[in-house]
């Protein structure tokens, strides 16, 4: 169920502008790891690259290789829908389809595989709920619109939207940062059920919930602006918040700068 | 349950859309409405206050712009009203005069001393030409609107859309005019094949002559409303969310899944109510179609033998010639226009408003 990433020298581009350069990185499957950084530093751009969601923008373009399980996704033959369907991602802002029932956005992804047979979809309908511990507070209107959810469960609906079609890795761009800190609290939770199916990453502004979720931390920062972003250090969790190796990791990490 | 923004469904997906790094502040998009308000935030004691506070002022200038707002609503009512007003008081003397069945009877002679005219076959071929036209024309244009919003490159969309609203811009009479001299013989020899070979469907069934039919006269209406319709969707198509197609990207949708699991949905809406506009102008088109119809009385589905008639197009034809009840009479017929024109809007609102409940906060 879930994969081992190894990015090699990604660099990825918006046009002219380097946004990151040289990234090297290895993922453990069924960990969660955390990209922390300073605005502007890449993580999120490291992130879409993984989902090969980053060349959806105009004039975007990524360098290097990036293997899921030694298979490169950026290997010219490869099927761009078929990356994403393996690995799945939730955006920083909770982006249910507004035209679609509760049900229908957690089986969207599904519907797209060409899965049509009532049963199945409803059962996996139930199953992505219930893992996104949405089920219990949706069950009786999941024919009512998706967008009518408040924050947080809209969140979590798109996490059911996400696992639903059992990615291998689910990639997870600042999911909190729009919600309130109940609705932060019930995602982390979630993160940890998730763990043990899936390989999670995350990028977070928040370095409280790196040090709470993550398991392997990874800090990204830039020299200046306009600069790209580089991978300054990659650890375990525990030891980036206690005893970086990096002045400029325990700088960010104390608050000192960014 | 209590979490906060329960609305922020659109507020939200329109903020990734500007964020091009997405690590930029979340709510940027929301901080935006509330600039104006702290500009007003106290600069220095004059407008800070202390000291008492002032009355507010019984004459403004937010009374005055009230007035006005609120004098143009009024007006677009007495207008309506007034134009309702007239156009009763002069049919329905023309109506009493009829000695045929208004509904029924199939031709147009009101300004005989026996008036004799019937609304059936014209209501019937303004409804024939405008809807084949449109099932002509929504196609394509959805297909153009696409393919300007989604596919192509930025610079030919824009390009290429500044040319269709060019196309709308084309006064209706030069369509007419082109349709008559030009356009009128590829559609007859096109229709002489489809009579050779589908005439077991009636629609395409008669013994000629071809040209001047209400498929000519539907196919200038289809380029007609070509440009509105493409250009209210590709608008539609243009807001979708870019968080929402990201969504259905990251699910591994191709491009074409994408616009149908996103985009389309999102802009049913605004396609219906482009399609509705387009309808509207059909359904009102004068010249183009008196120039381009064949001019009969009879209700036919027949599509390509010469004929077909619309009430706008007869209003045009039969005006100059028309007396006191001539008049009334073609009153008459536009008031019944005006009716169709009222259903076919209300019920496209019916169709919105069915599925309010997902498209409010989509709209």
Sequence with gaps: MAKRIEASNVTAYYGNFKAIENINLTVEPKTVTALIGPSGCGKSTFLRSINRMHEVLPGARVEGSLTIDDQDIYQ??????????????????????????????????????????????????????????????????????????????????????????????????????????????????????????????????????????????????????????????????????????????????????G | MGESPPRSADAGTGGTRVTQSHDGPAGASARVAEAPVSTRTPGGAGLGGGGALPRARAFGAERAFRGLTLAAGTAVLVIIAAIAVFLIAKAVPALRANTVNFWTFEGWFPNDPEPKFGIGALAFGTVLSSVIALLLAVPVALGIALYLSHYAPRRLGTALGFLIDLLAAVPSVVFGLWGRDYFSGPVADFSAWLNTYFSWIPIFGGDGPFGASILLGSLVLAIMVLPIITSLSREVFLQTPTANEEAALALGATRWEMLRTAVLPYGRPGIIAAVMLGLGRALGETIALALTLGITFNISVNLIENGGNTIAANIANAFGEANETGRGALIASGLVLFAITLIVNITARAIIYRRREFTESAA
Aim: net charge positive; proline share 5%.
């Design chain 1, 76 to 257: 010219r033959d490869v099927d761009v829908t078929a990356v994403r369907r393996m690995i799945g991602m939730v955006f920083q802002r909770p982006n249910p389809f507004p035209t679609m029932s509760i049900f229908e956005n957690v089986v969207a992804g599904l519907r797209l595989n060409g899965i049509r047979k009532k049963s199945i979809l409803d059962e996996a309908a139930e199953k992505a709920l219930r893992s996104a511990n949405l089920w219990d507070e949706v069950k009786d209107r999941l024919a009512k619109p998706g967008a009518g959810l408040s924050g947080g469960q809209q969140q979590r609906l798109c996490i059911a939207r996400t696992i639903a079609v059992e990615p291998q890795v689910v990639l997870m761009d600042e999911p909190c940062s729009a919600l309130d800190p109940i609705s932060t609290l019930a995602i982390e939770d979630l993160m940890f059920q998730l763990k043990d199916k899936f390989t999670i990453i995350i990028v977070t502004h928040n370095m409280q919930q790196a040090a709470r979720v993550s398991d392997r931390t990874a800090f990204f920062s830039i020299e200046k602006t306009g600069d790209p972003g580089r991978l300054i250090e990659y650890d375990n969790t525990q030891r980036i918040f206690s005893n970086p190796s990096v002045k400029k990791t325990e700088d960010y990490i104390t608050g000192r700068f």
